[in-house]
């Protein structure tokens, strides 16, 4: 925490992100509140990795935090862990958005390197077009780490927009 905090005071780029995604952030039910996570400027959105549907103690866990000058208008839809996908679905209303969006339908995903990518992505898919149907006059962003796992098999019309490396040569989702 200490790294992002100096990255928030220091680095605009940081701070005047609107979302910033996390993914593997190792929290689980133990660690309470939000102090531990607190970011100044920003809303904290987490979910925690659930031993008794993950079947797993250690890694997973989602964190997105909202810019409180791009929106302060924000409700978490649904969260989701299971042994193959983690997922947090959030709505946010901005300030200011185009016309043609009533709000921004965020949904940050992990899917573990061992998981089934079939069940993932189907699971994934469903949620989302669920997401859609529930919310028609916002904009879906799908972040977070997909592993190998490829959504567009799924969900044609989406589309990877990062192409550049982002974790030294690996391009992370």
């Known amino acids: ?3 992002i905090h100096l990255l928030n005071r220091w680095n605009s780029d940081f701070y005047n992100s609107a979302v910033l995604c996390f993914t593997e952030t190792w ?3 133990q660690i309470h509140g939000d102090n531990t996570i607190y970011i100044p400027g920003f809303q904290t959105f987490r979910s925690d990795r659930i ?3 993950a079947g797993k103690t250690k890694g997973g866990g989602l964190c997105l935090y ?3 000058s791009w929106s302060q208008d924000v409700t978490i839809i649904y969260k989701f862990c299971d042994e193959n996908l983690e997922s947090l679905h959030i709505n ?4 200011y958005s185009p016309r043609e969006f009533s709000s921004f339908l965020l949904i940050a995903v992990y899917v573990p390197p061992q998981a089934c ?3 993932a992505l189907r699971t994934l898919a469903d949620q989302i077009m669920e997401a859609e149907a529930k919310h028609p006059g916002s904009l879906p962003i799908i972040l977070g780490d997909f592993n190998q796992a490829n959504l567009r098999k799924e969900l044609p019309k989406y589309f990877q927009h990062v192409n550049c490396p982002t974790r030294g040569k690996n391009t992370l989702d």
Request: a negative charge; glycine letters at 0%; aromatic letters at 6%.
């Open 1 to 3: 925490m200490d790294e």
């Open 51 to 53: 031993e008794e549907t």
């Open 92 to 95: 946010c209303k901005p300030f």
């Open 27 to 29: 929290l689980n039910p």
């Open 66 to 68: 909202i810019n409180n």
């Open 117 to 119: 990518v079939k069940k």
